[in-house]
């Protein structure tokens, strides 16, 4: 038997876009709750929670002002503990994120650490000078405090300081904090921005375009020792998984994350295939690059967190699909590729029914912190107004944090009354009440291969062995002793030829048979 973790699909819903229970327009517990039954069926087995905690929402939520409370706008303690419940009840695993690199500003241990009142002096790092770092979301990573007169460090956004890993007592309050929620249940953590905890020195490091000074602190020493007590004191104590979110990591680097004390990573190389390094340089999307950087990962990372969405990410659909021409087709085609590789896919909340990119046309309906910095960055650097919301667009992390498109109804069905964010206006074509009535949809096209995935042991644990690897076409097989599954993605709006013939199991075109031929957008899973 392998670890469950393994085994199971994963389902990250981000709350505050899923499901409004109560009209305020805002997703919430009790809209998941609703929903279990449905994911269920979906077959996926564990719930990644995208924060839920108390927080001043600067970055939804990501800016954590209480770890022992859940936001009210989301429910109570109450409600968080009968979901635990209720998804237990369906063998439903919850996945809670920590969010330990950082806290909100107005989390009380910032509040007493801006007047020195112990023991919270030391738990942020404080400077009286600002060095020359740059942050995630652009910009100056020091912010001066009136109160303490000194400047404390933010990797992301001013509301976000960093707290200070050369104070064991950060640590303890962590440690206290991951307790608490174990304890409650849950299954285990993605742990937001893992890699960048420990800061090695605060010297400038060399000029970047991006993120100058990660030198000193992208996966630094410091950070695996953390790593270690973690899972010493706390994780190995229960049975629980972590995957570490993880910036700018190589595989070489991955694999001595997760030797620390990590169960797996999620990288980033394969979400680069449209743009130069950074996701604001802007490239034509490549289906090679994409593959390239799969198979890369697939053959030597111990074990991977495969995903193609998440809520920093534009839709899959819209950026290595074609969401005009081929909706379906190159939706079910990305579900063929992310649920036959090898490691714990990760189906993020409407990507299984093939929701597309914001068809917002301004800045006015934006509401995402990092795309309000970087646009005014952008302006700043005289860039045009059309490249910059080109930029936006493309990119906004916005994208995939419209509500959750339910039905045909007001407001997609996500909420009775307006939502926090726009809905999109093709919810009357793209939604999961007509997805789940359509017995050829997007939706049970994901029932279908999940079903097929959690029952197939070359799929869960097989070996990875690319075939072939094309500008468009991306071919693989899985291997289990004597069994040998072919899989292939077209991810073109081409015809190909192809290496593979065999019998399908599961064909995004319903064919019987693969005869080395593939239509536009055409991906299969087929015994050899
Ligand atoms: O969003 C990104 C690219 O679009 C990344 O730079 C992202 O900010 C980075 O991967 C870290 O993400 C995580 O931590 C952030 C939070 O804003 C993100 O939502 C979270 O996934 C700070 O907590
Ligand atoms: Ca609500």
């Not at 960093?162 to 174990?182: A, G, H, Q, T």
């Not at 973690?230 to 995957?243: A, G, H, M, P």
């Not at 680069?272 to 950087?293: G, V, Y």
């Amino acid at each position: 038997m392998e670890k469950w973790w393994k085994e199971r699909v994963v389902y990250q819903i981000y709350p505050r876009s899923f499901c409004d229970s109560n009209g305020d327009g805002i997703g919430d517990i009790r809209g998941i709750i609703s929903k279990l039954d449905i994911l269920k069926e979906l077959g996926v087995g564990i719930l990644w929670l995208s924060p839920v905690y108390r927080s001043p929402n600067r970055d939804n939520g990501y800016d954590i002002s209480d770890y022992y409370s859940i936001n009210p706008e989301f429910g109570t303690m109450a409600d968080m503990d009968e979901l635990i419940e209720k998804a237990a009840e369906r063998d439903l695993k919850i996945v809670m994120d920590l969010v330990i690199n950082h806290t909100s500003y107005q989390h009380e241990w910032f509040i007493k650490s801006r007047v020195k009142e112990e023991p919270y002096t030391d738990y942020y790092i404080w400077r009286d000078k600002p060095n020359k770092w740059t942050g995630f979301f652009g910009g100056s990573t020091w912010t001066f405090d009136e109160q303490r007169r000194q400047y404390y460090l933010h990797l992301f956004d001013e509301g976000q300081p960093d707290l200070n890993y050369n104070n064991p007592k950060v640590l303890k309050s962590v440690k206290e904090v991951m307790r608490f929620w174990l304890d409650k249940g849950v299954a285990g953590f993605r742990c937001d921005v893992i890699n960048v905890l420990y800061k090695s020195s605060l010297k400038n490091g060399r000029p970047r375009i991006a993120l100058r000074g990660r030198e000193y602190f992208i996966s630094q020493e410091g950070t695996f020792e953390v790593l270690k007590e973690l899972k010493r004191d706390v994780l190995s104590k229960y049975d629980c998984f972590t995957v570490g979110e993880t910036v700018m990591v190589s595989p070489e680097q991955a694999k001595k994350l997760c030797n620390s004390g990590l169960d797996m990573v999620f990288s980033f190389e394969h979400m680069d295939a449209d743009c130069f390094f950074i996701k604001w340089l802007l490239r034509r999307f490549k289906p090679k690059r994409l593959f390239k950087a799969l198979v890369k990962w697939q053959t030597k990372a111990p074990w991977n967190a495969v995903y193609l969405e998440n809520h920093d990410q534009p839709r899959s659909v819209s950026r290595f699909g074609d969401d005009k021409n081929f909706h379906k087709e190159s939706a079910k085609a990305l579900a063929v590729l992310l649920l036959s590789l090898k490691g714990t896919p990760y189906v993020y909340q409407g990507e299984e029914i093939g929701m597309t990119n914001f068809d917002f046309e301004s800045m006015a309906d934006i509401r995402d912190v990092e795309s309000t910095n970087v646009y005014a960055i952008a302006k700043k650097l005289h860039l045009s107004e059309r490249y910059r919301w080109r930029m936006i667009r493309l990119k906004s992390r916005d994208n995939a944090r419209t509500p959750m498109q339910w039905s045909g109804e007001t407001n997609a069905g996500f909420s009775s009354g307006e939502p926090w964010l726009k809905v999109n206006s093709n919810y009357e074509r793209v939604n999961f009440k007509d997805e789940y009535a359509e017995p050829d949809s997007i939706w049970n096209f994901y029932k279908r291969l999940i079903a097929f995935r959690n029952g197939s042991e070359v799929l869960k644990r097989g070996d990875f062995i690319p075939s072939y690897t094309g500008r468009d076409v991306l071919a693989f097989e899985r291997v289990l002793g004597d069994e040998r599954l072919g899989v292939v993605v077209n991810l073109s709006g081409g015809r190909r030829s192809a290496p593979c013939t065999g019998v399908a199991a599961l064909s995004t075109h319903g064919r019987e048979r693969l005869d080395g031929e593939l239509q536009p957008y055409e991906a299969a899973i087929f015994w050899r």
